[in-house]
């Protein structure tokens, strides 16, 4: 199969097969006005089966999320057909509505318009917690 070339934009790669369409949901893609390519289950020479991500748009997206999501996700910029950028994300320090808080005492329960809010509490074993009753994320 072969997928145009990117003039400018970002390609998402190294996503974990299956879970490109996750992504496009929690990055809110579906409200861009570019041109979005997905590519489920392409061959990885490292992990076997990928997907991709192309987005024809530089800005206007929170890739924040994606570190919590796998920081083995490899996040690329293209500007005028070749690559300018090319990092991994990193956990993000907060995370917002997200994540639900799986306590049931928890404000977020009783109080439905609050924000689902998680703080970064251990960066080592990816542990974050509910701001309100301080439970931790399940994953």
Do not use: W
């Amino acid at each position: 199969m072969i997928i145009g070339n990117l003039v400018n934009g970002v390609v998402i790669d190294h996503i974990p097969a299956g879970r490109a369409m996750e992504l496009y949901r929690l990055l809110k893609l579906d409200s861009l006005q570019c041109e979005i390519a997905l590519i489920k289950n392409a061959a990885s020479e490292k992990h076997g089966r990928k997907d991709i991500l192309k987005i024809g748009q530089l800005d206007g997206i929170d890739f924040s999320i994606l570190g919590y999501i796998d920081s083995e996700i490899t996040i690329n910029y293209i500007e005028n057909g070749v690559r300018v950028r090319k990092f991994h994300p990193q956990l993000p320090d907060t995370i917002y509505d997200l994540i639900k808080c799986k306590n049931p005492r928890c404000i977020t329960t009783t109080e439905q318009e609050l924000p689902h809010v998680f703080r970064l509490t251990d960066p080592g074993t990816r542990t974050y917690r509910c701001v309100y009753c301080q439970t931790p994320a399940g994953r």
